[in-house]
């Protein structure tokens, strides 16, 4: 495997609906969809929520090795809550994803050896996976690419200082940044500006601070930042084609699987940083995390290949 996901594969409740996703999983989904072996390493509940999760890993094509099922603890599930508001999201405790062991997870990596590991925040919230994650960090040399991904309720400070310790390229947006900078760099400007060379110099510092090779800062409809340990700095503005929003939701999942996408395939930063920024804008124009249809990707694929 290339790239190898730990975390969370959940079912997001809506009711009257059930939808597959969980960060690391929608990463996940596209990034086999495009033809990078994947490695997903999650566990699910014996339930039909299970199910549903196995029946993505089967239409991604994806190998079910790094797959657990759990006969105690039920698939991960996220409760929906509508509103003329916009949604609410119930993250519950004790679900499968927080119990995933760590001999099972490190046999799944025997044979070749990935040259990315992915991980989160939000799997990290149990003692169980968490050290089933430290096992895995110890057992390769891989790139980590940490999505922090941080979810209210769902993480501590402590926590996230540990993820630090552990990255090679940290990849947050706007918020996520915000909080870093009052953990980490008080002196940092309030307001997160892209072209705001204090913000750049606070980033700079916390990759010091971290030992980072990278800092990734996703900034919605205006595009992503890169800064990397050398002081290089890619901006890369918003879209060149307009996107009907529909809704953001799986964006920064879609922007990291084309990153990592262009990272094994040893694309130009530049072009990675342009084509990861395009087709997270372009998911923002479909319902859900991950395309319904697969054929979605071919024209991306025909794209980059020209």
């Known amino acids: 495997m290339d790239v190898v996901m730990f975390g969370e594969a959940l079912v997001d409740d809506f009711g009257d609906?059930?939808?597959?996703?969980g960060?690391?999983?929608n990463a996940a989904r596209n990034l086999a969809a495009l033809g990078t072996p994947t490695l997903m390493i999650t566990r699910i509940g014996e339930d039909e929520n299970g199910g549903r999760v196995r029946t993505e890993f089967e239409r991604y094509g994806m190998p079910q090795s790094g797959l657990q099922v759990d006969s105690q603890w039920p698939t991960?599930?996220?409760?929906?809550?509508?509103?003329?508001?916009?949604?609410?999201?119930?993250?519950?405790?004790?679900?499968?994803?927080?119990?995933?062991?760590s001999a099972p997870a490190v046999a799944a990596l025997a044979g070749a050896p990935p040259r990315v590991l992915y991980?989160?925040?939000?799997?990290?919230?149990?003692?169980?996976?968490?050290?089933?994650?430290?096992?895995?960090?110890?057992?390769?040399?891989?790139?980590?690419y940490l999505d922090l991904n941080l979810r209210e309720g769902?993480?501590?400070?402590?926590?996230?200082?540990e993820s630090l310790r552990h990255a090679d390229i940290l990849k947050v947006n706007e918020e996520e940044l915000a909080a870093l900078?009052?953990?980490y760099a008080p002196d940092a400007p309030p307001v997160v500006r892209a072209d705001d060379t204090r913000v750049q110099q606070a980033c700079s510092g916390l990759i010091t601070q971290f030992s980072l090779r990278a800092l990734i800062v996703t900034l919605g409809p205006r595009g992503a930042m890169y800064i990397d340990a050398d002081g290089r700095v890619i901006r890369e503005h918003g879209n060149e084609e307009p996107y009907k929003l529909v809704d953001t939701v799986g964006a920064g999942d879609a922007f990291s699987?084309?990153?990592?996408?262009?990272?094994?395939?040893?694309?130009e930063l530049a072009l990675t940083m342009a084509r990861a920024n395009a087709f997270a804008g372009a998911v923002c124009g479909l319902s859900g995390a991950v395309p319904p249809d697969l054929s979605f990707y071919?024209?991306?694929?025909?794209?980059?290949?020209?």
């Open 257 to 267: 699987a084309v990153f990592l996408h262009g990272h094994v395939q040893g694309w």
């Open 154 to 161: 769902q993480y501590t400070e402590r926590s996230v200082f």
């Open 76 to 101: 991960g599930r996220v409760v929906v809550e509508r509103s003329m508001r916009g949604h609410r999201f119930h993250i519950l405790p004790e679900q499968a994803y927080d119990h995933i062991a």
């Open 119 to 144: 991980f989160g925040t939000l799997a990290q919230r149990d003692l169980r996976s968490r050290s089933a994650l430290l096992d895995l960090l110890a057992a390769t040399a891989a790139t980590r």
């Open 17 to 21: 609906e059930q939808v597959v996703g």
């Open 23 to 25: 960060a690391p999983f």
């Open 298 to 306: 071919e024209q991306w694929l025909q794209r980059w290949q020209a």
């Open 181 to 183: 900078f009052a953990w």
